[in-house]
């Protein structure tokens, strides 16, 4: 009786002829030369790289056991720092390039003496020179964590830009630092707390050898239209008809150029300078009697967005520690389709005749 297997009579599939060559290099890149030797000469032309091939016999194994000495490191390819040959386009000099959101844990100071450690988003740029191919973008992170366990504040941020200012022989440079800065809040009747976060930015600006310190704040509040307002009471006393005036979630986006070698500007007063010029701030934990209390706050504070503006740069020229200042506010209408914005600037520091075309679309709060 004859048996035949199946398997041995089936043509191999192409992955299977593949896998099978794989499994035999594999085993003749660990064997030794008395076992290479033993094979069969139609296997082993098969094992062994062919000496005629054009393609050299790299290694798929990766060598976790390999040390990077200095002569090896010498000889590394680094085409950012190449020749100006090497240049792409036109030669001229770039005003910013590096990183953006490189993110790390950060410890800051609050006003009342205590810290508290925050994810910050990184953003750090140098000038380019003109017959430059470009930077060492890692060494903008390395110069960064070299500072970062310090407590944070302008004078590390400072540290970091002559770090990387040094080692990129950059003329210009750019630090800003973006993260979310929690302050416990009292409801407005019930005495309920609880945490409202403020999106804050802080930037060092180092150019033509002058250095300037930024720093940046959304906050936002409930704008009651005053027209509205007056519509509604109007159809209230004149025709007995209920109805209410429109209000929105705002958003003042408030830059403030810190003067030089002036007192600390903490987060907290400028956020509490904010509060004063326009108390309707969103609400974080609320009862009944807050919610009253928030209604009756936005009817003695109706506000068109050219008012908050105004009442913004009114409490900023009061503080001696700030020189130039924008705002920049977005009422997010509840009436119409669109937002009602608005912009004043104090100062060259801001001053542009061109708007960022993302500027009034950023300004969303996402609750």
């Known amino acids: 009786m004859n048996i035949q297997n199946p398997t041995l009579d089936r043509a191999p599939e192409d992955t299977e002829a593949r896998a099978a060559l794989e499994l035999l290099r594999a085993w003749a890149r660990r064997a030794s030369a008395e076992q290479l030797a033993g094979l069969d000469p139609a296997l082993r032309s098969l094992a062994e790289p062919d000496p005629a091939s054009p393609y050299p016999a790299f290694s798929r194994e990766y060598p976790a056991d390999f040390i990077v000495d200095p002569e090896y490191r010498a000889e590394l390819p680094d085409l950012q720092n190449g020749p100006a040959s090497l240049i792409l386009g036109a030669r001229e000099q770039i005003q910013h390039v590096g990183i953006s959101n490189f993110r790390l844990p950060i410890r800051f100071h609050r006003r009342d003496g205590a ?13 380019l020179e003109a017959e430059k191919k470009g930077i060492n973008m890692s060494r903008i992170m390395r110069s ?74 959304d906050y936002v509040y409930s704008s009651t239209c005053p027209c509205s307002l007056e519509l509604s009471e109007h159809a209230r ?14 958003v003042a986006r408030v830059s403030v150029a810190l003067v030089p070698d ?64 924008r705002v920049v506010a977005s009422h997010q209408e509840s009436l119409h389709s669109h937002d009602a914005v608005s912009m004043l600037v104090q100062g060259d520091t801001f001053a542009s005749g061109s708007i960022d075309p993302r500027l009034f679309p950023s300004m969303f709060h996402v609750g």
Request: proline share 4%; with cysteine.
């Open 237 to 250: 006393s004149a025709r007995g008809q209920l109805a209410t005036p429109h209000s929105q979630r705002s």
């Open 262 to 325: 002036g007192p600390c500007m903490w987060f907290e007063d400028l956020i509490e300078a904010c509060r004063r010029a326009v108390p309707t701030e969103t609400q974080v934990m609320v009862k009944r009697e807050d919610e009253q209390a928030f209604a009756e706050l936005n009817a003695a504070n109706p506000i068109f967005v050219e008012d908050a503006v105004r009442l913004f740069c009114e409490q900023l020229q009061r503080d001696p520690r700030i020189g130039d200042f």
């Open 115 to 127: 810290d508290l450690t925050l994810e910050t988003s990184v953003t750090g740029t140098v000038s």
């Open 144 to 217: 960064f964590y070299t500072h970062s366990e310090r407590t944070f504040s302008f004078e590390v941020i400072e540290g970091a830009l002559d770090d990387y200012k040094s080692d990129l022989e950059s003329l210009d440079a750019r630090i800003q630092m973006r993260f979310s800065f929690p302050v416990k809040m009292t409801s407005l009747r019930s005495g309920l707390e609880g945490y409202q976060y403020y999106d804050i930015a802080l930037e060092l600006v180092e150019s033509d050898g002058q250095r300037q310190k930024i720093m940046h704040l």
